[in-house]
Nanobody
Framework: QVQLVESGGGLVQAGGSLRLSCAASGLTFTSSGLGWFRQAPGKEREFVAAISWNGRSTGYADSVKGRFTVSRDNAKNTVYLQMNSLKPEDTAVYYC????????????????WGQGTQVTVSS
């Protein structure tokens, strides 16, 4: 059974930082493209960042480019999202996801999802 467990969310002031972690089990981690998505109340789930199997390819939504960094540690079966210079509009539930694709930004290409972690940025 595949499990993705996010952690690291919380309440932070604008301009602050958080690092999200997502620990994976039950899948071949080194063959999984990984992504982070977020969903704010009343809005659709949107792409945030993605990383390829080997970490060589990464991509970001325009809204977070230059502020967020995705990385992975294949030895620990964990993917991270470092979030700096946070803004109130970053407030959302953040989800990690795993895909059998090498690398993808498309929500429909992800097979497995975590339960999400809340990030709240106060102004």
């Amino acid at each position: 059974q595949v499990q993705l467990v996010e952690s690291g969310g919380g309440l932070v002031q604008a301009g602050g930082s958080l690092r999200l972690s997502c620990a994976a089990s039950g899948l071949t981690f080194t063959s999984s493209g990984l992504g982070w998505f977020r969903q704010a109340p009343g809005k659709e789930r949107e792409f945030v960042a993605a990383i390829s199997w080997n970490g060589r390819s990464t991509g970001y939504a325009d809204s977070v480019k230059g502020r967020f960094t995705v990385s992975r540690d294949n030895a620990k079966n964990t993917v991270y999202l470092q979030m700096n210079s946070l803004k109130p509009e970053d407030t959302a539930v953040y989800y990690c996801a795993a895909s059998s694709s090498y690398y993808t930004t498309l929500v429909g290409r992800y097979d497995h999802w975590g339960q999400g972690t809340q990030v709240t940025v106060s102004s």
